[in-house]
């Protein structure tokens, strides 16, 4: 890749914002088509709404086309699934059977393990239905993703404040024209995924800490 610091970011930014324009559009399409009664209720809202425009065939075309991109991104999550215990793991902040190597050259054990805890979550909650408990997984997911993002935005203004003397208000209103409307909506986000999620996210989290701060002073010595 050629001048990948510049082509990388540039092409996330710009991938974020198509992937944002997306989202808004189609959401905001399906909104138009399907009566908000409805789409409160509905467990697939945009094969409901080809169905609705083209025909029953055109629903289970969507379906159908919606079971291939979850194909794809589970393939996707399983290798993040070996891939981000394992550079923890050399780290030094996560047990180091996560960071084992297999004949293939793969993460096996962390990959097992791994998959026996997302299995007991899916137990846990599989009185509640099939909808129900992928959506509260997946909810627990976007939790999991959005915690970073918040922590991110503090550092990037923590930085700021301690490299930086800018006394030029455009200038600082320029600087935290990013990391503040990130913090404010990652916060929101957060807000909006109910008080479940976020009790089951805060209890996961604070079963990590103790592990954490064990291989932390383990690294250290």
Not at 63 to 71: D, P
Request: charged share 10%; net charge positive.
């Amino acid at each position: 890749m050629k001048d990948p610091e510049r082509t990388i970011s540039k092409v996330t930014i710009l991938g974020t914002i198509l992937v944002s324009c997306i989202y808004i559009l189609s959401t905001a399409a399906i909104m138009g088509i399907i009566s908000p009664g409805k789409l409160a209720i509905s467990t697939a809202p945009f094969a409901d709404a080809a169905e609705q425009i083209w025909g029953r065939w055109a629903g289970y075309a969507i379906a159908a086309g919606a079971l291939v991109a979850c194909l794809g991104a589970l393939n996707g999550w399983i290798l993040l699934q070996g891939q981000l215990p394992l550079a923890a793991s050399r780290d030094g902040v996560f047990p180091p059977v996560f960071g084992k190597l297999s004949g293939r050259n793969m993460p096996g054990q962390g990959l097992l393990i791994s998959s026996l805890l997302a299995s007991v979550l899916i137990v846990l909650n599989y009185a509640r239905g099939l909808v129900h408990m992928f959506t509260f997984i997946i909810m627990l997911a976007i939790l999991s993703t959005l915690i970073p993002y918040v922590f991110s935005s503090l550092v990037d203004l923590v930085l700021y404040f301690k490299r930086n003397r800018m006394r030029d208000v455009r200038k600082v209103l320029a600087y935290f024209s990013i990391p503040v409307p990130a913090l404010l909506f990652s916060l929101w986000a957060i807000w909006g995924l109910g008080p479940e999620t976020i009790i089951w996210g805060i209890i996961l989290l604070a079963v990590g800490i103790p592990f954490f701060y064990i291989f932390r002073v383990r690294r250290k010595q």
